[in-house]
């Protein structure tokens, strides 16, 4: 077996793990700081729309000897607006797009680019989206998150208990905030690509948290019945149990998407592909770490808080130590004194004889009954 798989089978049977709830508040701090990152750079760089969602123009070139510099230029020039400009391959054709163009704009754009390239402006592509649809399309997005928010709290609601579905929530919420904030930090482009890897990554979170949900359902379903854990240890059990599945899980999804972002993205010259891949990358390595790190403590958190657990809790507390103390009370009665236990058996004997034989006994081998059955079955049949 693997050491991998030999500490999968220890944390699995309790026998090594980390105490991720007892350090919970540790966990909530480095979560807090990441999110107040991911706050920050949406405020200072914000995020960079597609045209599907503000609406504006795309041209698309064929094989040019235009840089993207001097595309970027020329655009922008034209426009009066930013300008992005995207190589499409190593055939040197490019993408540039800028947002916020009417038609009448987007026609001058169109002449300045033909201009640079030498083709006439009817050969150079060109696509036009209206503000209003854009607007449209980002109504339709927050809709359906707000959708899947819902239908994801009532599941786990009805499947597990309230505060799991509160918990899965919290933890959904962190992973978007950490995606969003990455995108507005790198500069990527939110097109309807990055949408659905949005979409994508949280129903992949949610598969992870309900793993892990599952075996904390399992784990402490007959915790009222005993008295040798308390919640959170059993929490945390459970937690240990399935943490080398979710890592192994999680690393599995991310080699190709790590594949699709670093290697399709730089290689093919990204486009669509750097939009999904992005947001799949960041949003399964948030969504394995809330779902270790924010899921399973906050459901213990709120269970811990309820009348009846803590009075088990304390009554698990109590027991554990007062069998501790009848330990070091055994301990200390068999050290009492310090006498060895050698030169103590020692003189009981010497006292034992001494006593015997002040009241006259006689110390030696016993003498037994002559038995009556002596002598039976001989060939003589007479007793010695």
């Not at 089978?9 to 979560?31: M, N």
């Not at 500069?187 to 904390?216: M, N, Q």
């Not at 009075?311 to 009492?336: F, M, P, S």
Request: hydrophobic share 45%; proline share 3%; net charge negative.
């Amino acid at each position: 077996m693997s050491r991998l798989g030999d500490l999968g089978a220890r944390l699995y049977r309790g026998e090594a793990g980390y105490d991720f709830v007892a350090k919970r508040r540790l966990w909530y701090g480095v979560s807090i700081l990441i999110t107040i990152l991911a706050f920050a750079g949406l405020g200072f760089r914000g995020l960079h729309m597609g045209v599907e969602f503000e609406g504006g123009a795309v041209f698309t070139t064929e094989a040019t000897d235009v840089s993207v510099e001097r595309a970027r230029e020329v655009a922008e020039e034209a426009s009066g607006s930013q300008a992005l400009v995207q190589s499409l391959g190593n055939d040197g054709s490019l993408r540039i797009q800028v947002s916020g163009l009417d038609t009448d704009q987007s026609n001058l754009v169109r002449e300045a680019l033909a201009d640079e390239l030498g083709i006439p402006a009817q050969e150079l592509n060109a696509e036009l989206v209206g503000p209003s649809w854009g607007s449209q399309i980002a109504n339709k997005a927050w809709q359906g998150l707000a959708i899947f928010m819902v239908l994801v709290v009532i599941y786990l609601a009805i499947a597990f208990e309230w505060r799991m579905a509160a918990a899965a929530l919290i933890a959904l919420i962190h992973d978007l905030t950490i995606t969003v904030g990455v995108y507005a930090l790198v500069g990527f482009e939110v097109t309807p690509g990055t949408v659905i890897g949005l979409l994508t990554i949280l129903g992949y979170s949610l598969y992870d948290t309900v793993v892990v949900f599952d075996g904390l359902k399992e784990t402490t379903k007959n915790y009222p019945k005993q008295t040798t854990y308390t919640y959170g240890e059993l929490a945390n059990r459970s937690l240990n149990a399935t943490l080398v599945r979710s890592i192994n899980t999680s690393v599995v999804a991310l080699l190709p998407v790590a594949a699709l972002l670093f290697i399709g993205g730089g290689v093919l010259g990204g486009g669509m592909l750097n939009d999904i891949a992005l947001s799949l990358f960041v949003g399964l390595t948030a969504g394995a770490y809330s779902s270790i790190i924010i899921a399973t403590p906050l459901v213990a958190d709120f269970k811990m808080r309820e009348p009846a657990v803590k009075a088990h809790d304390k009554k698990v507390l109590a027991k554990r130590a007062k069998r501790e103390a009848e330990e070091e009370a055994g301990e200390g009665a068999g050290a009492e004194d310090g006498d060895d236990p050698a030169d103590t058996a020692a003189g009981a004997d010497d006292d034992g004889t001494e006593e015997a034989a002040a009241a006259g006994s006689v110390v030696g081998p016993r003498r037994q009954p002559v038995s009556r059955n002596r002598g039976r079955n001989r060939p003589s049949g007479k007793r010695r």
